[in-house]
């Protein structure tokens, strides 16, 4: 157990496939923990039932206003874990980027991205109206669109990555090979 915590503290070292796995699968079920219970601590569900809001009687702009404020409180949901998560999240994704021989900086600027949709997200600064013949609906605005896309390309890179490809054989600049090859 000891080594397994060990995953979570410190930037020095190698890590490979599979306790890099275990460790981010640990990590996004404490995530998704931790944001249930923010977004229930700002009375908030991240769920919005738009069938059940129309037949209830109230007006677009009142719909529109509760998707601005779900998605408002989601940001600081978001942004909160993200916070609580991000040295750990850090230390076991540079550990293993460590492992492929490369110092990790791109998951710094992967995590720095993520924060600032987050906080995009929770300023309502990411979001829109547009008038689609009578209905005006919530869109995302193109600078979060731009960030998002750029944030998903690097996620998906980093995953491929971290969560596929072999690392270095034998010892690299960053330690000796955590599976004594």
């Known amino acids: 157990m000891n080594g397994f915590l060990q995953n979570y503290i410190g930037f020095d070292g190698r890590l490979n496939r599979q306790p890099f796995w275990i460790s981010g699968i640990v990590l996004a079920i ?3 923990i931790i944001q249930y219970i923010i ?15 129309m037949q209830s009687g109230r007006s677009t702009q009142e719909i529109v206003d509760m998707f601005s404020a ?36 791109e998951v710094w600027i992967y995590l720095a991205l993520a924060a600032i949709i987050a906080l995009i997200q929770a300023l309502g600064l990411g979001m829109t109206t547009t008038q689609v013949g009578e209905l005006t609906v919530p869109t995302p605005t193109l600078l979060f669109n731009i960030i998002a896309l750029i944030t998903g390309i690097l ?3 980093l995953l491929v990555v971290m969560g596929f490809l072999k690392g270095t ?13």
Do not use: C, E, Q
């Open 169 to 181: 054989a034998g010892p690299n600049a960053y330690g000796p090979d955590p599976l004594g090859g």
């Open 39 to 53: 977004m229930m601590l700002m009375g908030g569900a991240s769920i919005i039932d738009v069938n059940a809001m």
């Open 70 to 105: 779900v998605s408002t409180k989601s940001g600081w949901a978001s942004l909160i874990t993200l916070v609580i998560l991000a040295y750990p999240v850090a230390a076991i994704s540079i550990k293993r980027r460590h492992d492929r021989g490369s110092a990790g900086m």
């Open 155 to 157: 996620g998906l890179y």
């Open 30 to 32: 404490v995530g998704a």
